[in-house]
């Protein structure tokens, strides 16, 4: 509950591993794009909007930039860092923009999802809710192949028929 607390250990954080990745970014720049996601939230939570959009902005370029290098470790983190991006994105009003990150989300964790379904099944449900929920926000359709293919992946997850 201590809102103003945990926006200062945040804003702590991202100033300590700014510092260590600047002089050991291979080490550090994971720890450093995980605080500026937590931060994004922590601003949104106290109201800062436009700073949470700043924070989780460098979040994902940071995350796109560890995901070239090395996609198996670094993608599904990226896509959590879009979902957060479509969350900061829809609570300013940018409704298109929410729902190219959440799809772009969607899309980067479903190639993990479809390998190893039970450990992405979690991850996967909630940014399908958002996807469909910032589809409907924009007045746009999901686009049918991405929620048919995910449901297919639950229903033989659950060892439901995939016609069911």
Known sequence: GDREGALAAGL??????RTLAAERPQAFLPDLAMSLNNLS????????REGALAAIR?????????????????LPDLAG????????????????????AIREAVET??????THPAAFADRMK???GNYLRRA???????????PGEIAAIFRKLRGTPPEA
Not at 12 to 17: G, H, I, L, R, S
Not at 58 to 74: I, N
Not at 136 to 146: I, N, Q, S
Request: glycine share 6%.
């Open 136 to 146: 409907e926000e924009a007045g746009a359709e999901p686009d049918a192949k991405l």
């Open 12 to 17: 702590k954080a991202v100033e300590t591993y």
């Open 41 to 48: 939230n922590h601003l949104s939570a106290t109201g800062d």
């Open 58 to 74: 460098e979040a994902v370029e940071t995350r796109r930039k560890l995901a070239a290098e090395r996609p198996q470790a670094f």
């Open 81 to 100: 860092s879009l979902n957060n991006l479509s969350n900061h994105l829809s609570d300013t009003g940018d409704r298109e923009g929410a729902l190219a």
């Open 126 to 128: 909630a940014m399908m």
């Open 109 to 114: 964790l479903l190639p993990f999802f479809r």
